[in-house]
Every structure is written in C-alpha cells, then in structure tokens.
C-alpha cells in the first residue's frame, strides 16, 4: 500500500487525494501541522503532539474544532489500516476556505491526515553521522513559535547546502546562538576526563520545543546524565566532543561535523550510543517491542552489558 490521505474525513489514495483551490494553507501558507511516527498500530507522543498542535494554532488565532479523542481516534484508525513497520503521520489544519489576506468568518478550518510509509534514511547516516552547514537567520525570535508549513527558507538553504557537500542546514540566530537544523532539534555533549555534560539550545534562542527533544531531555535526567539548556553561540562549537539531532521520525541522528569542527559521535565508546540505547529502550516501553528505528521492522532486544 502507498498509503492513506484524509482530506476532512474522507479517505482517498494519495494519488487521487486533493485539497480545495482556495484552500488558506496552499494559498498563504495559513496552516499549522504536526508529524507523527507510528509502528504498525502503535503511535508515539500523541498526547504532546497534539498539545503542541493547539499551542500553535493559539499563536494564529486559528481555531481546532476537533477534541484530542476525535484526532487520537482517527490518527490511531489511519494508523491501523495502513499496518506498516514504521508509518508517516502528519496531522494538518488549515484555516480554511478565502482569497483575502482578512480572516475568514466564519472560520471553517480543513483537517489533512497523511499516512505514508516512513522515509528511510541511508544506513550510512547512522553509522557514519551527517555533516552540516552553519546559516545564519536575517533576526533573533525571543518568543514562542508556532509549527506551521512554511519551509522554504529551509529548502533554498539546504539546497546551497548540498552543493557544498554538507548533509543538512544548522541555523543560528542575528545573534550567534545556535538554535536548530532544518527539522530536527540539536543536542551537544562535552567531556571533561570522566565528567560529561549534555548541553542542548535554550528556546530563548528562538527554537521549535520538540517532543522528541522533551523526551531526551527526561531520560537523560533519570539517567542522572547532566543535561542543560542553555545558550550556545557559534564560536563555542570546539568545545563539544559529540552531537546529534532528534526528530520524531529520524529519532537520534549522530552528528560528524558542522562547517569544519568535526565531532566523534560515532566512535566505539561515545557516550551519545549510550543515550541512543536509553531512547531506543523506551520506544520499545511505548511499543511493547525493540525496533530497527531507520526501518521499524522488530528486533530482538539488546544483550546486556
């Protein structure tokens, strides 16, 4: 199966699958949207996706008819139906029907339910780390952003990116500060002798709160690992043994270098493969079963240490 899309309930093939012309999203980017990994029937962090969805669709005034049970029932169905290892979900609400910049009113917003199959990245990118390249945003965002669908500024820069032999985009702001890739939130690790810390970016640096961010941030504090957010600027990246990103469908990506700082994520005994067993670990608690994460096909579980 190639997948399910949703468009306001009814369910379509994605190559028959279309939306209204005058829809705002398409229109003016007037949409915001939230992207969930699934496991055959099983699906992580529904509860603080759809959180963040109402947080960001508070920030644009748009209003979400639907409850979080009517959401969860048909994410989880869509979900079900598709019984794939590893599953694409993107849950998008648009304003809506208008041409006009004024708000339409009433208001009747359109609701858009992706499932595919998950993307697979190659094995390389998680044995070997990606390498990225430092852009710098025109200004520096102090308050709570909001998850929408507008991506182009990414797109053009991971574009240039790639021409120049780099992997993905990292930003920092008019000020320095790293704040985060293209999709994925960053995590730095330092390592003095035996003493580690695990540093991640401040959201007063202007960064999306990720979910899957939130998740390490409390393993690594049950795991009594030392974690801070905190502000980084860009002049401090010689001082981070390892790195790695973190979204929800990627997972932990090990990072190998931003411009010309080079990282040993992937060395034998990084402390960032102790804390990617810690994540692995607790989706299989949320699952009830261990997973190859790039393909979602189940796998026996780790022999202990």
Known sequence: MDGIIAVNGEYFDPKSA?????????????????????????VLDLGPHLSRLRQSAELLHLPIPWSDEELKFELLSLAERLDMPKIYLRLVVTRGSGVGL??????????????????????????????????????????????????????????????EGFSDVMWNNSAGEITEAST???????????????????????????????????????????????????????????????????????LAQINSHQFHTVRNNSIFKHINRLYQSWVASEIGYYVDWNTGVRVAPPAAD
């Open 184 to 254: 994925a939130n960053i995590f730095f690790i330092g390592r003095q002798g035996d003493y580690v810390t695990v540093t991640t970016p401040s959201v007063k640096s202007g960064i999306l709160k990720g979910i899957t961010r939130a998740t390490v941030l409390s393993l690594l504090q049950k795991a009594r690992i030392p974690v801070e957010e905190s502000i980084i600027y860009k002049d401090e990246l010689a001082k981070y043994d390892e790195a790695f990103l973190c979204s929800t469908v990627k997972g932990l990506v090990p």
């Open 102 to 163: 004024e708000l339409p009113n009433p208001c009747v917003p359109h609701k858009i339910i992706y499932g595919l199959p998950a993307n697979s990245l190659p094995e390389k990118v998680y044995r070997e780390g990606v390498r990225l390249r430092l852009f710098e945003l025109p200004h520096t965002e102090r308050t709570a952003m909001a998850k929408t669908g507008n991506y182009l500024r990414s797109i053009l820069a991971m574009e240039k990116a790639k021409k």
């Open 18 to 42: 279309s939306i209204p012309a005058l829809d705002r999203g398409f229109l003016f980017g007037d949409n915001v949207f939230e992207v969930f990994v699934g496991f055959k029937d099983k």
